[in-house]
Every structure is written in C-alpha cells, then in structure tokens.
C-alpha cells in the first residue's frame, strides 16, 4: 500500500494525530504508519502522550470560580527589532489564560529564535510554508483557523503591505489571507516608513476590512538619533487589547440602579413544628436575581426558606414568614425596581402554639387565620419611597389572564408576570415557565391593559427576557437577551 486515505475522523482524533506527529517532528501520514506498526508489534504509545486541548466552548454565564476561559492566539512575530517585546507578549498573553502558538517570518527569525519563543509559549513554533511536517494537512490553514484571534506583532510595513495587497508567499501572510478570525495589528516601524503615504493607504485599507490596530507609541527608535511615531505598543498593552478582543465586556445597562426582589415561599408556623407552605423553589426569583445583577445592578434578594445557592454578588436576607419578609422589603426602600416574585403566604394562624399540637379525642383543635400583609400593595401603594417600577407575580391555576389583571388593578402596580401554576405544567418547582406580562399600554397607570405571551422558557431564559425589558423600560435602551 503506497499510500493512506482515512476519512470521517472526528476532531479529537485529528488533534492527537497532528500534536502527536508535530512532537515527533513526522508527517500525519507517516505517524499513522508508526501508530499501527507499534500497535502490531504491541508496543503502542498510550492514547494520550499529551494533553489534546478540547474545542472551545461557549463561556458558562456565571463563573463562580472567578477564572477565566481559556482563547488561543496565533502569534505572527515579523521581522524588526521590536520582535524581542514579542517574547515578553508571548509570556504577558499566558498570563492571562490565553494560549499561544507562534509563527516566526524568516526576517523575524534573525531577531529572535524559535527556541526561544518554544520555551516561552511551550508549544511547536511555525516558520516555514512548505514545511512538509505540517502542510501535509494543509497546516496554513488550522494555524488561521483553530484559533480565537491572530495577534501580528511586530507588524512591520511590508507584513502590512503584503495583507493590503492579498498576498500568500509565506506562511505568515497565508494564514492571513487564509483567516476568518479577528486580526490584530502592533505596528513597529522607523517613522518616516509609518509616515509614507503608501503606509498610510495600506493601514487605512487594512482598518477598512475590519483589522484592530494597537499603537504604534511615539518615542526613541532603536536607530540613533531618530524619534517619532512608530515604536511598538508594549507588551502589557497588546495583552490587554487582546484580552479585551477576545474578552469583550459584558453590557451592563443597569450599573448604579437598584434592584430589589422577592422569592421562594414564606412559613407561617402553626406551632414549633408545623408551619402553613407552598410549593414554590425560589428557582424563578433567583434567576431574576442573577440576571440582573449580571447586567450591572446592586440587588437585594429578600428569600423566603429555599434549597438554593445564593446567586454571586447578590446580598440575599433570608426571612421565614411573610411578616418578616416585609420588614426586610422595607429595610430595603428606596429601590429603582422592586420584583415581588415570591409566593407569599395569604394567611396565617392567629396564634402561634407554644408546644406542639396534641391530637386529642375532642378532635381536630381550631385553627383561627388571618390575613398576611399584602407586600406587593403595601410597595405599590406608597407615597414615600415608592419604586418607579414595582412588578408583582400572579401565580393562578384558572382564568389566568382575567386574574392577572384583576390583580394589576387591584394592587396598583405597574406590571405583573402571570404564570399557570396547575399542577400540570410542573411550574412550582421545576425548572421551566411560561409567562404572560401583563402592562398597561403606554405605561400609564389607567387605561388598557396590554398582555405580551411569552413561548415556554427556563427560568433562566425568563429572568434575561424579563430583565431586557426592564432595561428598556428604565434606561431606554435596548439589551438582547441571550437565545
């Protein structure tokens, strides 16, 4: 058999196959070779000579852990003096839990070394388009692309003319040609080349394409007596423009409002052991909580007795019954916002048993109740302190929309999220809603009610559309929730 044709491999095997083969400095087709003749001698490698970095995948919203993903660079060092900052970028870069693989021009190669750059990025460094270790499956091509972002640094004026002009000679202005990723540029150059009109077409068409530039500083140049624009920005810099590339900040449309929200159920104690309950897990509130702290808000969460973590960077008061739950919601005032989305106990007995309740042959002993405080229309009814928003949370099992507005009037809030709660839709408890806000148009306070159906969701896909609305409402601007 003169030659190897494997198809449909998947992905994780073609990454041990290419690491494997450009450790041991082989073709992909010659490692394939050795694999299967060590496996016939029965001394084959174990599976997993190295580790084989996974795809990427997308970032978890909340990383409790505070670290960050990891991205991948691929580091193109042209040929200036400015190359010998592109060891420190390399070393800058990782420190940021970026990862980095290098490809060196042949110019660049009389600054600095490939050794070097080895040492510092720990991987295989690239310098050669014809290098049959690599082009044997097309190797231009996953250096373009299995990567989060190229970095050029330095970039001089001919690597920069040569991306103007779409040229492909050598490996580094392939894989540029080659890429679909983002491309970030450090010019470093004497300032009479920066300067140049043909310098200055090319760096405009380059911007115009969509490519990032960083710098170059003013300052001395490495030749003597000469100054100007055209130094390389500094390593540190670079990172950090890459980092934030790759790393874009989160919106936050509600940084400096105030948020307060309600959840879970409340206990009203019968005696020292019994207690009157509902069935909501506090998984909806909580989620509100966390989508709007995620969008730069200072939240208060008021909970009522749940199973749940505390949501990062909230403060959460944990109360009991619906009496003390109202004291923490007042503590609270004033607020932007007020969401009263826990299920709150209507009743409660009139006098708490000191001792248990004892079955007796009189029968079942009286239990007298009486009305718990209306938290959500005590907020919405104040003169003082009372919140520009307050939404309220109608959790029927009929006549769900009718109900809902009844209690819009009835309350005097200014939206309510209704949900059906029936047993059948698994709603208290579970981890999906469907909900229907319920508003009046124009966001006046009389006048018709509009109702926006909104398709079954998880909770967490409730909170971000619930608190892209408020954002909208509140700042007027608009913020996408997240598919």
């Avoid at 009479?192 to 380059?206: E, I, P, Q």
């Avoid at 928003?389 to 999220?417: M, P, Q, Y």
Wanted: aromatic share 4%; charged share 25%; net charge neutral.
């Amino acid at each position: 058999m003169a030659s190897l044709t494997i198809r449909k491999l998947d992905e994780t095997v073609k990454t041990y196959l290419r690491l494997r083969s450009a450790k041991n400095r082989r073709s992909v087709e010659e490692e394939v070779r050795v694999i299967l003749r060590e496996l016939i001698e029965g001394r084959e490698e174990p599976l997993t000579p190295f580790a084989v970095r996974p795809a990427p995948s997308p970032a978890p919203t909340s990383q409790r852990t505070g670290a960050l993903p990891e991205a991948s660079v691929t580091l193109i060092i042209g040929g200036g003096i400015a190359a010998y900052k592109s060891l420190d970028l390399i070393r800058r870069l990782k420190e940021r839990r970026i990862e980095v693989r290098c490809v060196l021009t042949k110019a660049a190669q009389e600054f600095v070394t490939s050794l070097a750059a080895s040492a510092l990025s720990h991987e295989r460094v690239y310098t050669d388009l014809f290098d049959p270790q690599s082009e044997f499956d097309a190797g231009h091509i996953r250096l373009a692309r299995d990567c989060d972002l190229i970095v050029v640094a330095p970039a001089t004026a001919d690597l920069m003319a040569k991306m103007a002009g779409g040229h492909a000679d050598d490996l580094a202005s392939a894989i540029l040609l080659a890429t679909n990723r983002k491309i970030l540029l450090a010019p470093a150059m004497n300032p009479l080349m920066w300067n140049n009109a043909a310098t200055r077409r090319n760096v405009s068409l380059l911007q115009r394409d969509g490519v990032v530039l960083i710098g170059p500083n003013s300052g001395e140049m490495a030749e003597a007596g000469e100054a100007g624009t055209g130094r390389m920005s500094e390593a540190v810099e670079i990172a950090a423009a890459a980092e934030r590339l790759l790393r874009p900040p989160v919106p936050r449309p509600l940084a400096g409002k105030r948020v307060l929200i309600t959840a879970g159920p409340t206990h009203e104690p019968i005696d020292p052991v019994r207690y009157i309950a509902n069935r909501s897990s506090g998984k909806q509130g909580f989620a509100i909580a966390a989508a709007a702290q995620a969008a730069g808000a200072e939240v208060i969460l008021v909970s009522g007795p749940v199973d749940l973590s505390d949501p990062q960077g909230v403060t959460v008061k944990h109360v009991e019954s619906a009496r003390q739950m109202l004291e923490q919601v007042q503590a609270s005032l004033p607020v932007d916002i007020a969401i009263f989305a826990a299920a709150v106990a209507d009743w409660r007995v009139a006098s708490e048993g000191e001792q248990k309740l004892k079955k007796t042959s009189a029968g079942m002993p009286p239990l007298q109740l009486v009305e718990n405080p209306d938290i959500l229309a005590t907020i919405s009814k104040l003169t003082d302190q009372r919140p520009p928003l307050v939404i309220g949370f109608a959790a029927e099992t009929e006549h769900l929309i009718d109900n809902a507005k009844s209690k819009l009037d009835r309350k005097g809030c200014d939206w309510i999220v209704a949900n059906d709660v029936s047993p059948a839709t698994g709603v208290m408890g579970g981890d999906r809603n469907t909900v229907h806000l319920i508003s009046r148009k124009n966001g006046e306070s009389t006048g018709e009610i509009a109702v926006d159906s909104w398709p079954a969701m998880t909770k967490e896909q409730v909170a971000t559309e619930l608190v892209a609305r408020l954002v909208k409402s509140v700042t007027g601007k608009s913020l996408e929730p997240a598919s």
